[in-house]
């Protein structure tokens, strides 16, 4: 299982940068205050890890990071008993860990995970705020400063997955979407080091490629691909090729449909 802890700097130093799109970080403070569990949903690169690290050095807590996948059970979240030195002992696992130390616990992609984890999740996210850890007997309490985020990308994948509303109505969410154009710009800008006015261009064709979605694509261009073309383009790449590295060629395999997009491409930056 791919678990990521991540202890922030301690206050003073440089925060994760995260730019906000509307009142989320209010939203997140407030929820962390009132221990409530928080749900972030939205497409793939919008920034919402970014978000989540940035919140959880903000308020100074360690972040356990959990990507979820389709074998994920209960017990890669709470622990399980291991062998070592011809005895068996207990391995706290991540959310298990997240609890007894008061930390954020952020898992990613929760739809994919086993149905059983809505066992553990449950109890942990209405106001019993509990994690009963059945095969030792031990039920924690949760902290005040513990809090349980999760997201996922509602496109069309997930549809069939879904969550169910009994999990989704425990949780105050948040709607994640590509920021505005100003802001998607300053983003760019600040995280590749780019000009603003070639930042601007991209931004444009994004938006341009974003409003061709639906048609043979999958998911929009995100802003983690802007991110990903103009380090290209800083780096020397010519500006067409690093659009069909970064931006097109990750969007879809149909041949035809990337050379379709490389035509609004050219249209931007074939000159
Ligand atoms: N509002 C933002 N402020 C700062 N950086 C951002 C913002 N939105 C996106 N980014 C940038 O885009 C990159 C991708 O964002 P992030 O990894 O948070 O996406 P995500 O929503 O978690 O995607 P996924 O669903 O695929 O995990 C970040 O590494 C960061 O560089
Ligand atoms: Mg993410």
Request: proline content about 6%.
């Amino acid at each position: 299982m791919v678990t990521e802890v991540t202890q922030f700097p301690a206050s003073g130093e440089e925060l994760p940068f995260y730019q906000p799109q509307n009142r989320e970080v209010e939203l997140f403070s407030y929820a962390w205050r009132n221990q409530l569990p928080m749900l972030l949903k939205g497409p793939t690169g919008c920034g919402k890890t970014r978000f989540v690290e940035h919140m959880a050095a903000r308020l100074g807590r360690p972040l356990y990071t959990v990507a979820c996948h389709d074998d994920l059970t209960a017990a890669d979240l709470v622990g399980r008993h291991l062998i070592g030195d011809g005895s068996t002992y207990w391995n706290d696992g991540p959310l298990t860990r997240a609890v007894r130390e008061g930390a954020i616990c952020y898992l990613d992609e929760v739809v994919e995970a086993r149905k059983d984890t809505t066992v553990v999740l449950h109890p942990l996210s209405d106001n019993r705020r509990i994690l009963p850890i059945e095969r030792t007997g031990e039920t924690l309490h949760a902290p005040p400063e513990f809090m349980l985020v999760v997201s996922y990308n509602p496109g069309y994948q997930n549809m069939l997955k879904g969550m169910k509303p009994s999990t989704r109505q425990r949780f105050v969410s948040a709607r994640f979407d590509f920021p505005d154009a100003q802001t998607e710009q300053e983003i760019v800008v600040r995280e590749t080091g780019i000009g603003p006015e070639l930042a601007r261009r991209l931004v444009e064709l994004a938006h341009g490629l974003r409003a061709l979605k639906d048609h043979d694509i999958e998911e929009s261009a995100s802003t983690r691909l802007l991110i990903y073309t103009a380090q290209l383009i800083r780096d020397g790449f010519e500006a067409t090729e690093a659009c069909r590295a970064a931006l097109i060629e990750p969007l879809t395999d149909d041949e035809a449909t990337v050379e379709a997009l490389m035509d609004v491409v050219q249209a931007s930056f074939g000159d």
